[in-house]
């Protein structure tokens, strides 16, 4: 198929002048609103999907937190109570 035998059947009102495009021009903005972790070759290995990573790594969190109350002295809050939930929001 020639390129010349295609029909221009983009309408007007979308036609672009790509002369006037500004490379990158949200690059920084998007950069500044991105948060990408890039994973060593040997921890991705040990997940098989993005899911699986944030679950592990809610239940390090989680763990963490039950633990600071053994040395902070505190008692830890049920999971159910009005406290910890307001605390996880």
Do not use: C, H, W
Request: charged share 30%; glycine share 2%; no cysteine.
């Amino acid at each position: 198929m020639n390129p010349e035998d295609l029909e221009d059947d983009l309408r007007p009102e979308y036609d672009f002048d790509f002369s006037k495009a500004v490379r990158g021009k949200y690059y920084k903005q998007y950069i500044e609103s991105s948060n990408v972790v890039v994973l060593e070759p040997d921890v991705a290995a040990a997940f098989q999907n993005a899911d699986a990573v944030n679950q592990a790594l809610r239940a390090m969190l989680k763990f963490a937190e039950q633990t600071s109350s053994l040395t902070s002295g505190k008692m830890p809050l049920a999971p159910s109570s009005p406290e910890a939930q307001r605390k996880r929001a």
